[in-house]
């Protein structure tokens, strides 16, 4: 894979058990996902996706298994600001942006430029870079002619793409989008699709949790399905539309 | 957001006002335009009130984070400043405080050393509160407790220390509180020349954390408070630990109400645990949801005329306030979410969004 010529994967999660009580969402999980890729995670309902998410981002503590982002950085030793920072960005279900800010001020409070505190963050405000950057996402994202506008009045697919804006402020290694498209409508999905796309480059992963299939064959490099907290496909999409116990599973039989 | 012209409109009511107290209480005391030191004394409270209000407002409207116990600072501050008036003058004029009388002490418990000094009493103001809404700050906010589980526990801490306060063995005077005061920093506590000192200070304290809190929402710190507000979840997992913003704002809001309850024991001339009963911390919320949370100017207009009702209203029917003030919690929950700036009042609305 072209992944290993490149020496160590974005992410990679191996042995990773999860459970809430008695409850085992995630019994032994081994995922990966390397840089250059658009990575598709499907499954059903309770298949795992989310918590795999929330894994990785530090919201949820896992029993066992390890975490690492890029071969090296183990991410259960960090707290959520420092996986943020280390290069991981996550890009909620609900469209989560700050809604009495500007579209402008969401994207400059995403950038840090000093990952040491705050307090140095906000001394160094006035950065040309901050403002560099904002503009360079802004037309990344088609916002330009909304910037100054208060996040709150924007239209459904525009607050996703400023959430996905502000995750781009930092150039992260690893991209996590948690249904992106859900509640768009068709030519919003579209425009979705093409943002993406154009997201994907060689020092990045993307992944992309999704339940619109034709969304995910459109974007996905290669996708895993997840089911009860075990992958039962990885490959290509179009592979997996024919695979047994895929269609099984989105069935219903087991 | 704090910035339009209501904004200014109140800054410059306030700075004139400043200006004006002393001259109009003064000199002109006795002319038609003159304040009396009984007028003086009202808007000096009501200045502190403000004052109140905008500590709560920095941290409720703009961070989201609910107090129901900012009566605790206010007190704090309170009775700091009691204590200090009470030594100064049973070590410089001799005055016995009632506490010694009625607890039969000879001398004062040892916690009241050094009270006699005026700069360590003002340090203290600044310090106690300080400390007290950074400890709790600092564990609740780190454990992630917020919200209405934040705002029940600030509520019972001031009713703790209102239990507290109420003992007489704590040498804080107990039930009967602490009064008798002879004066405070030189002025002689009941003379006209007090009262509008006392309010000129608290007109100018209510200007300056208004300018000061007004600047700071105004800046990137004050955004990242909004975001808090918004959605914290994703301010801390665009790698920004919200602990400390959120820290800063609330330990920054404590001082300013120890600052109000400071000056506002003097005004009164008395200062007793019911400072810290429950009621006295919801009305301060009610104030500023009255005015509107986040805007500041709301907060200031909210504690105006709240309280002047309140005056008002005490001259002849005391008993009615309850009522009004539960009437005026009901109509801002159900029909102004957004407080008094809801109303569709032509003038209001150009005030509010003109810049």
Known sequence: MDADIRGAHAIQVEGLRVTFGDFVAIPNLTFIASYGEIHGVIGPNGAGKTTLLDVITGKTRPKEGTVLLDGKIDLRRLSEPQIALAGVGRKFQKPSVFEALSVRENLELALRLHTRSILAELRGWADPRRAARVAEVLDEISLNDRADVPAGILAHGQKQWLEIGMLLMQRPKLLMLDEPVAGMTEAETRHTADLVRRLRAPDRAILVIEHDMAFVEEIATRVTVLHEGTPIFAGHMRDARTDARVRDVYLGRH | ?355
Request: glycine share 12%; aromatic share 10%.
């Open chain 2, 1 to 355: 957001m704090g910035g339009g012209m209501l904004f200014r409109t109140i800054a410059i009511s306030l700075a004139a006002l400043t200006l004006a107290l002393p001259i109009l209480g003064g000199p002109l005391a006795g002319s038609g335009i003159g304040i009396s030191p009984y007028l003086a004394n009202i808007i000096g409270q009501i200045a502190t009130f403000a004052l109140l209000a905008i500590a709560l407002d920095l941290i409720w409207g703009f961070a989201g984070v609910l107090s129901l116990g900012h009566g605790l600072f206010f007190a704090m501050g309170g009775y700091l400043i009691a204590m200090h008036m009470l030594k100064e003058g049973y070590v410089n004029a001799g005055v016995v405080p009632d506490l010694m009388t009625f607890m039969g002490w000879t001398e004062l418990p040892g916690h009241w050393a050094f009270f006699e000094s005026f700069p360590y009493t003002a340090a203290l103001i600044l310090i106690l509160p300080g400390m007290l809404a950074f400890a709790y700050g600092w564990m609740s906010f780190r454990s992630r407790v917020s919200g209405v589980y934040f705002a029940i526990i600030t509520q019972a801490l001031t009713y703790v220390a209102m239990l507290l306060m109420f003992r007489n063995d704590t040498g804080f005077g107990g039930n009967n509180g602490m009064t008798g005061f002879v004066s405070l920093l030189g002025l002689q506590m009941g003379a006209p020349q007090t009262a509008v000192l006392l309010a000129t200070a608290s007109t100018g304290a209510a200007l300056a954390a208004f300018l000061l809190c007004g600047q700071l929402v105004r800046s990137p710190f004050g955004r990242m408070l909004v975001a808090v507000r918004d959605d914290e979840a994703r301010l801390r997992f665009l790698g920004y630990d919200t602990v400390w913003p959120k820290l800063a704002a609330w330990t920054l809001s404590g001082v300013i109400a120890a600052i109000a309850g400071a000056l506002y024991v003097p005004q009164v001339g008395i200062i007793n645990p019911r400072l810290l009963s429950p009621e006295v911390s919801i009305e301060i919320a009610v104030w500023v949801a009255l005015g509107g949370r986040g805007t500041l100017s709301g907060a200031v207009i909210g504690a105006v005329v709240i309280s002047a009702l309140k005056f008002w209203l005490t001259g002849f029917a005391p008993d009615l306030w309850p009522f009004i003030l539960s009437i005026l919690v009901i109509v801002v929950v159900v029909g102004l979410p957004n407080g008094l700036s809801d109303l569709r009042l032509p003038g209001l609305r150009r005030m509010r969004d003109g810049r």
